[in-house]
Each structure stands twice: as C-alpha cells, then as structure tokens.
C-alpha cells in the first residue's frame, strides 16, 4: 500500500481495492475460524454423552452412589431427558452465549472458574512472551553472521534450550537462582519476583526456537544489495542490522506467533505446576486429576478459541504490513 | 513451552537447524558421534538393563536414604535408599518404548489421515482437513490431558496420548508431500503407462512422499520421550515407584532442596537423549538430501 502515493489518479482505486482484499481475507479466516470452533464443540458434546457413559453419575462426581429420584432430577435440571439433537443444539446455544457448563468437582460455573484464573495465567504468558521475542531479537541480531565460531555456539545453546523439556528448564532455574543463590522465591504468585523464574522458563524454549529463524532471515537480508548500498554510505554496522536488516527479518517471525501461543498455553500447565502457581494450567491439571470433564473440555474450547483469534490477527496484521502476500 | 508443544518447536528448530547447519557437517561430526554414542548406550540399556545396572532399581535401603554420588552408587541414591544409577538404567526401556511407540501412532494416524486428504475424494478432502484444523488449533500437551482424562493415569494411556495428540502435525506433513508427489512427471508418467490408481500410490506416491517424515519422525521420538516425561512429572503418566525417567523425576522435586541430584539427573538423561535424537535426525536429513540431489 506504500507504492499508492505515486500513482495519485488511480489511488482511490488501488485503496479501495486493497481495502476489499482485506475484507476478504477476514471474511475467509473468520469463517475458517467459526468452522474449527463449531467442530471443536461438537467433538466436546460427542466425548461428554457419547464416550463417558451416563452424564447424571458423572455430573455427580465419582464417588456418588445416588436414588432413581435424584437422578431423574439430575436428568431433568441438566435437559439429558431431551432427544440429543435438542440437548446439542441448546448446548451450542449455551457455548455462543460463553456458558461452558458446570464443573463436577468445584461446584462453579467453567467460565467463572476459568474467568478466576485466566489473569495469573496472562501474566505469566505475556511476560513470557516478551522475554522470548526481546532475547531472540538481541541475540539474533548480534549474531547474524559474524563467522562459524559464534554460529555454532549460538546453535548449540540454542539446540539445548529447544530440545529440553520445559520443565527441565524450570528445574535448572529453580537449582540455581533459588537453592544456591536465593535470589528469587521458589513458588507462589506474589509480586514481581515470584514471576521472573516461571517467566523464563516458559520464555527459553520458545526464544531458542524464534532466535534461530530470526537469524537465518536476518543473515538472508543482510545479503541485499540495499545493506551494501546502506554500507556504502558509510553507515556503522549496528545501524545497518537494526534499521535495514531487522526491519526485513522479523516479518517471517510473525508467521511463529500461533507456534508461540500454542507454547505459551502448553507451558504454563507445567510450569504453574512446577512453581506452584494459580493459573489455568494448574486449574487443568487439577480436572484431568479429578476427571472434571466439563473443566477440561472448557479449557481445551478456550485454547481453540485463542488460537482462532490470534491467527486472524495475525493473518489480518500480515497481510496489511505484506500486501504481497495472498491468502487462499 | 511444554514438552509435547515443543514437538513443533523441535520440527521448526530443526528445518532451521538444518538451512543453518547446511555444509558444515565436518564441524557437527564430533557432535554427531557423540549424539550417536549416547543414544546407543541409552538402546543398551532399554534392551538389556540387567547387564549395565549394579543393583536392583526396586531394592530398597533404608541405611541409603537420599545418599549423595559415592564410589559405589555413582549417582547417589533416592528417598527409599535405591541405587539412582539402576533405576535410570531401568527407565531407560520405558522412556524409549514411549518414545517410539508414541512416534509410530502418530506417524500411522497421520499417514492414513495425510493420504486421506490428500488422495481422497473432495468431500472426505474437506472433512479431514476441518478436522486436522480442529486439533492443530489445539496444544498438544491439552490434547493429550484430553486423551488422560476419559483414558486414565497409566503409562499406556500417556503413550497413547502423545501419540494421538501428534497425529495432526503429521498428518499435514504427509498431505503437503502428497500434493506435492502427485503432481510430478513420474507420477504422471506411470498414470499414462495405465497403471491402477492403487499401484501408483503404493509404489510411487507413498514412498516419495514417507522420504521426508524420516526426519521428521526421528525428530519426534526425541519429542515424544520429553512429552511422555512431562507427563509424568504432571503425575498423569507413569507411576511410581516405576523406574520411569519422567517419574523419578517427579518424585525427585519432592527432595530438591536437599538433594539436587534426583532430580537433575533424570533432567540431564532427558534433555540429552532429546539432542541426540534430534542431532541424529538432522544427520539423517543431510544424508537423504544429499542423495536426492
């Protein structure tokens, strides 16, 4: 959209023609996204009825052992004595309005149980996420090609980060910065300090991953004939790789951030387990424990529904900051 | 990042691993060889554990309780006086067999489907895709707690969780090779030949289309082992006092502020059979391509 200015008479058309693409691009990636969601749900309402028996018991907790009357009254309160097709048509119904059911175990709403628990589990992410792109950017930019030396060291770290498991990182964190040194808490949820271990912990293996594609694009950017015109009017060389070459090299990484949420959801279940912290993660390990079917099923909904919303921003982002981009 | 989330990681990491590592090999090989010595040590030990452990991994010791590394127990023992070095010896067996057996359900589950979408008719196209689009819109460590949940706590339903919660991403791979086979001259070619449509995709799609998911399953195992240790970390996979590397871990953060060793040995086993499989799995990359090309 920034080759408009020059074709002034024919702008409105260029604008309005791009502006159309962008609408159309919404439209498909939020249908797409309806698509995945709707299945997701039917999938959750199949395992809820079809897979597990009788609901009623379930719903009344393992270790139930209830009358005829109760049950009926279970079946009537929950509609299981309604044909499926009006008990899966109101429980669409029910997940469009946000209504994720009941939970067995905790005697609450899902949504409400997950409304409690999604901020501790924000803040873990969000300064997760950042510590994972701020590294992958410094390191990324300091070492794109600077000889096989630091290549290979980088690699190497990198490859560690990536291939161990997030809790072995939490692990190694926790021996070191709160066993020897006592620098940070080793659990809970109190103040800044008790976020920076967990914080890294899930942020490592993701800027392990990110560093690496960054400096692959960055090395290719750098290898422009507008770095060497850049160079030759004397710029210094931090210049060059942060004004021209980071410039270039961080569109690929957009394309990371559904890998990137994916990981951040995924590792905040180990790692508010390891550190002992409130959050989602811990609310799901604790259903699976319990088999709080409506709670694990919430949660997975939920991480579908993330998903979808980021990739259309994402999509949308991408294909505003790239018009070359076309999207299927 | 969760083990299981990081099967991903590890296929993302290791493309650009790869495109980075890329005509260095002779840098990589003493790594290489290292990677390989480790992994055939850690075969060994899944295979004949009797013939590397000095002890028995259940034999408990009250007088060894939490004892530190010493000549005789190299690695210490844990909180019921076990000997650790026999114990990892004897976890070797069931982390790998998670490992493969994890790997071998999702690269079957996502071969059929990957064919499926790729070869089949248009409406059955549509619907598998939807679905694959369901569970890559899913993490795969959630898809597996799903898979525990309605299964139950057991080393067989934790393998068959990380295998299932893999099929998607194996799935798209396959397809992306299919579309991509399909279209070559040499398909073309024995389609003009008049030869069935079931002979062409057994004797030429199907081969040419498995070459690549080598790496990626090789790769994988490697993922699968951590996403099976984290599970049993969660407490939701192996139990104890099963010899499970994931499991001693577990119990080992029990004791981690006296005695450190529990749980950062079984950490260092994992992480480094990870890098080996993953070393290994780029090798095998390098040499394949190089074939081809």
Not at chain 1, 220 to 240: C, K, N, S, W, Y
Not at chain 1, 290 to 307: Q, R, S, T, W, Y
Not at chain 2, 135 to 163: D, K, N, Q, Y
Request: charge should be positive; avoid cysteine; charged fraction near 10%.
């Amino acid at each position: 959209m920034t080759a408009v200015a020059s074709s002034a008479p024919f702008a409105f058309i260029r604008h309005r023609l791009a502006r159309h693409r962008l609408v159309r691009v919404i439209g498909v990636r939020l249908l797409t996204g309806v698509v995945v969601l709707w299945g997701a749900a039917t999938l959750a309402f199949l395992a809820m009825h079809g897979v597990k028996g009788d609901p009623a018991l379930a719903a009344l907790g393992p270790d139930a052992n209830p009358t005829p009357e109760v049950l009926r009254q279970i079946r009537l309160e929950y509609g299981l004595d309604q044909p499926w097709y009006v008990q899966y048509l109101t429980y669409l119904g029910r997940l469009a309005h946000g209504d994720l059911g009941q939970s067995y175990v905790l005697r609450t709403s899902v949504a409400t149980a997950i409304g409690q628990q999604i901020g501790q589990t924000v803040q873990l992410a969000l300064s997760a996420a950042i510590i994972a792109v701020v590294l992958a950017v410094v390191v990324g930019t300091l070492t794109a090609k600077r000889g096989p030396v630091i290549r290979s060291a980088t690699s190497g770290i990198a490859l560690v980060f990536a291939s161990m498991p997030s809790f072995a990182v939490g692990l190694a964190l926790l021996v070191a910065f709160s066993f020897t040194l006592h620098w940070f808490p080793v659990s809970g949820n109190q103040g800044l300090a008790s976020l920076v271990l967990p914080s890294f912990a899930m942020a490592l293996p993701i800027a392990a991953v990110l560093t690496q594609i960054l400096r692959a694009s960055l090395e290719d950017v750098l290898e422009q004939p507008f770095i060497l015109t850049a160079r030759t009017r004397g710029m210094r060389d931090a210049a060059v790789r942060v004004r021209h070459g980071l410039r270039h090299a961080l569109i690929p990484l957009v394309t990371m951030t559904g890998f990137v949420v994916g990981g951040l959801l995924g590792g905040a279940v180990i790692t508010e387990t390891l550190f002992v912290r409130q959050g989602i993660g811990r609310l799901l390990i604790n259903a699976v424990q319990a088999k709080d079917v409506p709670i694990v099923l919430g949660v997975v909904l939920f991480a579908a529904l993330v998903h979808v919303v980021v990739n259309l921003i994402v999509d949308i982002v991408y294909t505003a900051i790239d018009p070359r981009i076309e999207t299927a | 990042m969760s083990a299981a989330e990081s099967a991903e990681g590890l296929r993302v990491a290791s493309r650009t691993f790869g495109r980075v590592a890329r005509g260095r090999s002779a840098l990589l090989s003493p790594g290489l060889a290292l990677a390989s010595l480790y992994l055939l040590l850690v075969v060994l030990a899944a295979l004949a554990p009797g013939l590397l452990a000095p002890h028995d991994p259940l034999e408990v010791n009250a007088e060894l309780t939490l004892a530190p590394p010493s000549l005789a127990h190299p690695f210490g023992a844990d909180e019921s006086g076990r000997d650790l070095l026999s114990r990892m010896i004897y976890g070797a067996g069931p982390s790998l067999l998670m490992g493969v057996g994890a790997t071998a359900i999702g690269v079957v589950g996502g071969t059929l489907l990957g064919l499926l979408a790729g070869l089949g008719p248009r409406a059955i196209e549509v619907v598998v895709m939807r679905f694959l689009d369901i569970g890559l819109a899913i993490p795969e460590l959630l898809l597996a707690l799903v898979v525990i949940t309605f299964g139950g706590r057991s080393t067989f339903f934790a393998l068959l969780a990380v295998g299932i919660a893999s099929i998607p991403s194996y799935a798209r791979l396959i397809r992306a090779q299919v579309l991509a086979v399909k279209n070559t001259g040499y398909v073309e070619a024995a389609t003009a030949l008049g030869e069935g449509r079931l002979t062409v995709v057994v004797r030429h799609v199907l081969p040419n289309a498995l070459k690549p998911l080598i790496v990626f399953a090789t790769i994988g195992v490697g993922a699968a082992i951590a996403a099976g240790a984290s599970l049993s970390f969660l407490g939701l996979g192996s139990q104890p006092p099963s010899p499970e590397w994931g499991a001693i871990l577990a119990t080992g953060r029990n004791y981690i502020s006296t005695s450190g060793t529990l749980v950062l040995i079984p950490a260092v086993a994992i992480t480094l059979t990870v890098i080996s499989v993953t070393v290994v799995g780029r090798a095998i990359g390098r040499w394949t391509e190089g074939r081809r090309s």
